[in-house]
């Protein structure tokens, strides 16, 4: 069965840090471009950053200098640090593995961990 499992949410006080996990089982994630989405209540999923098969990074302006994802393939899994949250930063944030087999697109989400930033 192809999952993703993240792991790691929870509320941080403005300015700290927290780590997500995303676990793929079922399928191998390294030949998969891997990102993270997040969702505000009343707003759209957003791109919040990905890491290509290839190791290749690109980050939203929004969380530039202060979110890294890193990816282990041995371990099957990925990873978004974040550091110096923000009240902003608040959404549920998802997992997402994207690659093309002969042409036709493969999506594979997990069903998010929510991040709470408040004082």
């Known amino acids: 069965q192809v999952q993703l499992v993240e792991s790691g949410g929870g509320l941080v006080q403005p300015g700290g840090s927290l780590g997500l996990s995303c676990a793929a089982s079922g399928f191998s994630l390294s030949s998969y471009d891997m990102s993270w989405y997040r969702q505000a209540p009343g707003k759209e999923r957003e791109l919040v950053t990905s890491?290509?098969?290839?190791?290749?990074?690109n980050y939203a302006d929004s969380v530039k200098g202060r979110f890294t994802i890193s990816r282990d393939n041995a371990k099957n899994s990925v990873a978004l640090q974040m550091n110096n949250l923000r009240l902003e930063d608040t959404a549920v944030y998802y997992c997402n593995a994207h690659r093309f087999i002969w042409g036709l697109p493969r999506n594979y989400w997990g069903q998010g961990t929510q991040v709470t930033v408040s004082s």
């Open positions: 890491i290509t098969s290839g190791g290749s990074t």
